[in-house]
């Protein structure tokens, strides 16, 4: 066997730990590319970038491996990486050569970047490939969704004229301010910052006595400007475990003027909340990488932000950010240790108020933070925006809010009383961790329909607005290609596989169905679905859907048992939640039943929530009383918890009826594949299964 097919076998995203050890002949090391999970073993000498290439792995070059674009960039991560059975030592990296000395002298590189194209495999290696040296670059669906907020924000603007200096009355250039801000605005001031002392005499003889004055709503005196100044924006800011997104807004009309998005550069510490615990565990100091990494994203996305607009970083004068608590946790710069066992003790769970430069953030040095309280230990500040943005403890309704993620977060309830819970639904629904799965970016299925006759499927893909079986599909995606399937492609193509009668009822691919289509085809004992090319939805991925799935129904069930009343409303939060079909979350059983018409994707509402909170003071005050009075409930500890998972492992349940969805859709009788009578999960139910035991 070559070398190249080794590499091949082995850099199935979804391989396993046992598969990460095969060798070839001589020496050998194991790679892992992040975030795409991709990985293989190597002849230790291999370039990088030819490793990524031989795993599909999407990294950008326009000079062919000569050192000179930069574009091929990669970050060796650090550490023990038990979740990929490895450790990534710093001498497991070729040392810094002349390639890369030129080119970072000639064109600058951050110190942590080495070209993929001149670095070799020494040893065991994660390694990192930012967004900029994606080739595809990362689409994050986070937008700032359209809602009437009263504006009513914590940092106003005054311009006034200040009377100059008097050798017969002897006060100081702030209290002259002050007194003008009394007698023109009406407003008081009692405090200034050091910082605004520091340059206040230079604004007002610059601006020949006239200045604007940024006043916090507590009376205490922020920044000036001499002369007239109009621009006072703020920042709302999600912080999620895999995308970040921040939302620059106009404090004085509440227009979002640019909304800027990018990966969680802590991803390449762990897909999810536990593996990033986990790393701290295991790394003593992690956590400070994970917080520097984690900041200077946000500096990325603020200088991004305000470039988009035509403004400046000083402009901005408020931040407001919500994040799951060890996100929130990490980028205080708190350890999140704690939060990986009981009783998942938070350091704080009220609102946290801080200088945004003591959070390192570049902008206005007046500037505030404030983060939303935390829910409970595993339900955060990003829940409690999510129920300050969809107001549930306001309607009559027994309301469901999930915002679907890596961790989904569970609200259910009404005016009378809201209860709270998290689910470890991992990122396999986001298209993590699914064999042919990946990011939504251009040329990613996100749409499937399967003709239940033929079985023959049809797709769109991100980025064209045509079918697969339409005209001009070939040449629209000649650029992208199709290159895998993103999370609402995944949760589209199940369903419609389950809907067709591919897959059973208990999750298994049905192999019969190889006399009937070449779309279902052998691998090893089970079956894959075949959806193009080389493209493939394999009984692995049916299971890590079923896990997800069932670990959110199992949490919304355990808090529809503690109010004791059904779902009437749901509502699908998050940048992925909001890309959900509801039909096909229902017929997955990705949430409970209920009339589809009270289904609703409400896209981004965390960063809805952000926004509230940054433009309206007493919405601060309310989010800080809505979480005291929302009950906790911790899956956990919660013996039904098991139970009500394993029933939802079943599609789209093995027990609950789902009566207002059959009336929309045909739900098909329950079949059982026939390797369900003797080999479980590993066999996928098919004629040659049964004539081998016969003989």
């Keep these: 066997m070559t070398e190249t097919r080794q590499a091949e076998i082995v850099s199935v995203s979804g391989a396993s730990s046992d598969q990460l050890t095969s060798h070839v002949e001589g020496e050998t090391a194991k790679i892992v590319f992040t975030p795409s999970g991709r990985r293989g073993v190597f002849p230790v000498g291999t370039k990088v970038l030819d ?8 990294i950008d070059s326009v000079c062919g491996g000569r050192g000179i674009c930069g574009r091929c960039q990669v970050v060796q991560s650090v550490g023990d990486f038990p979740k990929f059975g490895l450790k990534s030592a710093e001498d497991n990296i070729s040392e810094f050569n002349a390639k890369e000395e030129r080119y970072k002298e000639k064109r600058g590189m951050d110190d942590d970047r080495r070209l993929s194209c001149s670095t070799t495999i020494q040893g065991d290696l994660v390694i990192d490939v930012p967004e900029s040296s994606q080739v595809h670059k990362q689409v994050v669906r986070k937008r700032a969704e359209v809602r009437d907020i009263e504006i009513n924000p914590v940092v106003r603007l005054y311009y006034v004229e200040v009377e100059e200096p008097d050798m017969h009355k002897p006060t100081g250039d702030f209290e002259r301010i002050a007194e003008a801000l009394k007698s023109q605005w009406e407003v008081d001031v009692t ?3 050091l910082k605004v002392l520091q340059l206040l005499q230079k604004a007002l003889r610059d601006g020949d006595w006239k200045i604007t004055a940024a006043v916090r709503h507590d009376g205490e005196l922020i920044y000036v400007w001499p002369g007239f100044h109009d621009k006072a924006f703020g920042l709302a800011v999600d912080v999620g475990s895999t995308t970040m997104s921040a939302h620059l807004t106009n404090l004085q009309t509440g227009e979002v003027v640019s909304s800027v998005g990018a990966m969680n550069p802590q991803i390449r510490f762990g897909e999810d909340l536990m593996s990033r615990v986990s790393y701290v565990m295991m790394n003593p100091g992690g956590e400070e990488d994970m917080t520097r990494a984690v900041r200077e994203t946000l500096n990325f996305l603020a200088s991004q932000a305000v470039t988009e607009a035509g403004l400046k970083l000083s402009d901005i004068l408020d931040i407001v950010m919500v994040g799951n608590p060890i996100m929130h946790h990490l980028l205080l710069g708190v350890n999140p240790v704690e939060l990986g066992w009981a009783p998942f003790a938070l350091a704080t769970n009220s609102a946290v108020k801080v200088w945004a430069n003591e959070l390192e953030l570049n902008v206005n040095p007046g500037a505030r933070a404030y983060i939303l309280p935390c ?3 595993h339900v955060g500040a990003d829940a409690a925006a999510v129920t300050l943005a969809e107001g549930p403890q306001f309607r009559d309704e027994i309301t469901l809010v999930v915002d679907v993620g890596t961790n989904a977060e569970i609200v259910l309830g009404n005016k009378d009383r809201l209860l709270a819970c998290s689910s470890p639904t991992g990122p396999a629904l986001e298209g993590a961790q699914i064999s042919s799965g990946q990011r939504a970016a251009a040329g990613a299925i996100e749409r499937v329909r399967i003709n239940p006759e033929t079985l023959e499927p049809r797709f769109k893909v991100i980025g064209c607005d045509l079918w697969s079986d339409e005209e001009g599909f070939t040449a629209a995606t000649s650029k992208t290609g199709v290159t895998g399937i993103c999370g609402s492609g995944i949760i589209e193509v199940l369903a419609e596989m389950y809907l067709a009668g591919i897959i059973t009822h208990d999750g298994i691919i049905d192999g019969t169905l190889q006399s009937k289509t070449d779309r279902v085809v ?4 089970t079956f894959d679905y075949v959806l193009h090319h080389d493209i493939k939805v394999i009984q692995a991925d049916v299971r890590a859907i079923q896990l997800a799935k069932a670990a959110l ?30 039909k096909y979350a229902m017929v997955l059983g990705l949430i409970p039943d209920c009339k589809l018409d009270m289904v609703a994707s409400v896209g981004n509402a965390a960063g809805t929530g952000a926004r509230i909170a940054l433009l309206n003071k007493d919405a601060r005050r309310e989010v800080e009383t809505l979480v005291q009075n929302i009950e906790k409930i911790e899956t956990a500890v919660e013996e039904k918890f098991q139970a009500h998972f394993v029933e939802a492992m079943a599609f789209p349940h093995k027990t609950a009826p789902y009566e207002n969805l059959k009336q929309v859709v045909n739900l098909p009788e329950p079949k059982v594949a026939a390797s369900d009578s003797g080999e479980g999960d590993e066999g996928s139910g098919g004629r040659r299964s049964r004539r081998r035991r016969r003989g």
Excluded: M, T, W
């Excluded at 490793?51 to 999407?58: E, I, Q, S, W």
């Excluded at 052998?522 to 004992?525: A, D, F, Q, T, V």
């Excluded at 409303?569 to 909001?578: D, I, M, P, T």
């Design 51 to 58: 490793a990524a290439r031989h795993l599909g792995v999407d």
């Design 191 to 193: 405090d200034a910052d």
């Design 375 to 377: 829910v409970a230990g």
């Design 522 to 525: 052998e691998n090893g004992r």
């Design 553 to 582: 129904y199992a949490g919304a069930q355990l808090l529809v048992d503690k109010l004791g009343k059904p779902v009437e409303r749901v509502v699908l939060a998050g940048a992925f939640g909001s890309h959900i079909d509801p």
